[in-house]
């Protein structure tokens, strides 16, 4: 199979992704689309690593992968705490804590 197609796939799913995050208004939703957008760039990496011979976007993949774990934990535990003061999963409403 022809590496292009994988960066094909690659800038699909970084645009499904990016369309997401300015469309929806639910936290949950948002947030998978941030971790779509993620893999999506991870699966570039690899690509390009994988055309150019070397480890470099595989390692970088693999701290990408690491840093987006971390960033689940913390988000969910946002999501989680403005649902329980709101009752809701909306953006809008995460907004409204700054008042």
Do not use: W
């Not at 197609?5 to 690659?10: A, C, R």
């Not at 990016?18 to 699966?43: H, S, Y």
């Not at 990496?45 to 390692?59: A, E, K, P, W, Y």
């Not at 649902?83 to 804590?97: E, T």
């Amino acid at each position: 199979m022809n590496p292009v197609n994988y960066l094909y796939l690659s800038a699909l799913l970084f645009t499904i992704g990016a369309a997401g995050v300015v469309i929806r208004r639910n936290a949950i939703v948002v947030f998978m689309c941030v971790e779509l957008m993620l893999n999506a760039g991870n699966l570039a990496l690899v690509t390009f690593s994988r055309m150019h011979g070397n480890l470099d976007g595989q390692i970088v993949a693999f701290f990408t992968m690491v840093v987006a774990a971390a960033e689940v934990v913390v988000g969910l535990a946002i999501i989680v705490s403005v649902y329980r003061s709101r009752h809701s999963a909306s953006v809008d409403d995460a907004a409204l804590m700054k008042l």
